[in-house]
């Protein structure tokens, strides 16, 4: 799984062939991550201006 956080960072994550089923647990967790990254890159870029 590739997962593009913004144009400088991407996740990604290795699984095992029967994870599968797992993928909509995966999925959200993913979307919490980039979340709370994109926040923090957020947050970094209003302090330097």
């Known amino acids: 799984m590739l ?3 913004n144009k400088y960072l ?3 994550a290795i699984m095992c062939e029967g994870s ?3 993928m909509p647990s995966v999925t ?3 979307e919490s991550t980039v979340k709370g990254l994109t926040e923090v ?3 970094t ?3 330097r201006e």
């Open 41 to 43: 890159f957020n947050i």
């Open 45 to 47: 870029r209003q302090r």
């Open 20 to 22: 599968y089923e797992k």
């Open 3 to 5: 997962r593009e956080v």
């Open 10 to 12: 991407a996740l990604v």
């Open 28 to 30: 959200m967790n993913v």
